[in-house]
Protein backbone atom coordinates (compact mmCIF):
# COMPACT_ATOMS: atom_id res chain seq x y z
CA UNK A 1 0.00 0.00 0.00
CA UNK A 2 1.46 2.92 -0.90
CA UNK A 3 1.54 5.77 1.77
CA UNK A 4 2.43 9.45 1.73
CA UNK A 5 2.65 11.15 4.65
CA UNK A 6 3.37 15.54 5.27
CA UNK A 7 4.61 16.65 8.56
CA UNK A 8 6.38 20.33 9.49
CA UNK A 9 3.35 22.42 8.73
CA UNK A 10 1.94 25.00 11.48
CA UNK A 11 1.66 28.70 12.29
CA UNK A 12 4.53 31.23 11.07
CA UNK A 13 5.18 34.98 11.06
CA UNK A 14 5.51 36.61 7.73
CA UNK A 15 9.04 36.60 6.44
CA UNK A 16 9.39 33.40 8.57
CA UNK A 17 10.39 29.84 7.37
CA UNK A 18 8.75 25.96 7.49
CA UNK A 19 10.50 23.37 6.38
CA UNK A 20 7.71 20.31 4.98
CA UNK A 21 9.07 17.04 4.43
CA UNK A 22 6.75 13.87 2.79
CA UNK A 23 7.79 10.45 4.01
CA UNK A 24 6.57 7.63 1.69
CA UNK A 25 6.44 3.87 2.00
CA UNK A 26 4.97 1.23 -0.83
CA UNK A 27 6.18 2.77 -3.91
CA UNK A 28 9.87 2.52 -5.62
CA UNK A 29 10.73 6.15 -4.63
CA UNK A 30 13.56 6.53 -8.08
CA UNK A 31 10.48 5.48 -10.25
CA UNK A 32 9.11 9.03 -9.29
CA UNK A 33 9.08 12.39 -10.16
CA UNK A 34 7.70 13.88 -6.86
CA UNK A 35 5.63 17.38 -6.36
CA UNK A 36 4.55 19.94 -4.10
CA UNK A 37 0.70 21.35 -4.53
CA UNK A 38 -1.23 23.93 -1.75
CA UNK A 39 -4.74 24.55 -1.53
CA UNK A 40 -6.18 27.59 0.09
CA UNK A 41 -9.67 28.03 1.74
CA UNK A 42 -11.58 28.30 -1.27
CA UNK A 43 -9.27 27.73 -3.99
CA UNK A 44 -8.49 25.13 -6.09
CA UNK A 45 -5.39 23.16 -5.56
CA UNK A 46 -2.07 24.70 -7.21
CA UNK A 47 1.00 23.56 -8.19
CA UNK A 48 4.10 24.32 -6.11
CA UNK A 49 7.02 22.87 -6.50
CA UNK A 50 8.16 19.41 -8.54
CA UNK A 51 11.47 16.90 -8.70
CA UNK A 52 13.12 14.61 -10.97
CA UNK A 53 13.59 11.41 -9.74
CA UNK A 54 17.24 11.96 -9.23
CA UNK A 55 17.27 15.22 -7.69
CA UNK A 56 18.70 16.68 -10.96
CA UNK A 57 16.03 18.84 -12.22
CA UNK A 58 13.27 21.12 -10.28
CA UNK A 59 10.60 23.57 -11.63
CA UNK A 60 8.63 25.99 -9.57
CA UNK A 61 5.84 28.28 -9.77
CA UNK A 62 6.61 31.54 -10.23
CA UNK A 63 4.86 32.79 -7.30
CA UNK A 64 7.49 30.47 -4.72
CA UNK A 65 10.19 30.21 -7.15
CA UNK A 66 13.28 32.21 -5.19
CA UNK A 67 11.30 31.08 -2.11
CA UNK A 68 10.49 27.72 -1.77
CA UNK A 69 13.78 25.12 -2.50
CA UNK A 70 12.42 21.69 -3.38
CA UNK A 71 14.79 18.44 -2.62
CA UNK A 72 14.51 15.07 -1.85
CA UNK A 73 16.52 11.75 -0.22
CA UNK A 74 16.44 8.77 -2.01
CA UNK A 75 17.86 6.99 0.56
CA UNK A 76 15.01 7.83 3.10
CA UNK A 77 12.45 8.27 0.32
CA UNK A 78 11.11 11.39 1.33
CA UNK A 79 10.77 14.91 0.05
CA UNK A 80 11.56 18.27 1.20
CA UNK A 81 10.05 21.79 0.90
CA UNK A 82 12.35 24.60 2.90
CA UNK A 83 9.96 27.66 2.37
CA UNK A 84 11.75 31.20 3.37
CA UNK A 85 10.49 34.88 3.23
CA UNK A 86 6.71 33.49 3.96
CA UNK A 87 3.74 35.49 2.75
CA UNK A 88 0.14 35.67 3.89
CA UNK A 89 -1.04 34.36 0.69
CA UNK A 90 1.46 31.39 1.12
CA UNK A 91 -1.62 29.99 4.04
CA UNK A 92 -2.83 27.04 2.72
CA UNK A 93 -3.00 23.00 3.37
CA UNK A 94 0.16 21.33 1.29
CA UNK A 95 0.13 18.00 -0.09
CA UNK A 96 3.11 15.78 -1.75
CA UNK A 97 2.17 13.77 -4.51
CA UNK A 98 4.10 11.56 -7.13
CA UNK A 99 4.07 10.68 -10.36
CA UNK A 100 5.86 7.98 -12.96
CA UNK A 101 8.95 9.27 -13.89
CA UNK A 102 8.32 10.51 -17.79
CA UNK A 103 10.92 12.69 -19.83
CA UNK A 104 9.41 16.07 -18.46
CA UNK A 105 8.32 17.38 -15.29
CA UNK A 106 4.85 17.95 -14.77
CA UNK A 107 2.63 20.68 -12.87
CA UNK A 108 -0.83 18.98 -14.01
CA UNK A 109 -1.91 17.81 -10.68
CA UNK A 110 -4.05 14.60 -12.75
CA UNK A 111 -0.78 13.23 -13.52
CA UNK A 112 -0.02 12.81 -10.07
CA UNK A 113 -0.80 8.89 -9.10
CA UNK A 114 -0.71 8.83 -5.58
CA UNK A 115 -1.18 12.06 -2.74
CA UNK A 116 -0.74 12.43 0.71
CA UNK A 117 -3.34 14.37 3.20
CA UNK A 118 -1.65 17.55 3.61
CA UNK A 119 0.00 19.62 6.40
CA UNK A 120 -1.58 23.12 7.41
CA UNK A 121 0.42 25.50 6.44
CA UNK A 122 -0.21 29.03 8.35
CA UNK A 123 1.40 32.58 8.12
CA UNK A 124 -0.06 35.48 9.81
CA UNK A 125 0.95 39.26 8.57
Known amino acids: QVQLVESGGGLVQAGGSLRLSCATSGLSFTNYDMGWFRQAPGKEREFVAT????????YYAESVKGRFTISRDNAKNTVYLQMNSLKPDDTAIYYC??????????????????WGQGTQVTVSS
Open 97 to 114: AARPDTYYLSSDLGQYDY
Open 51 to 58: IKWSGRYT
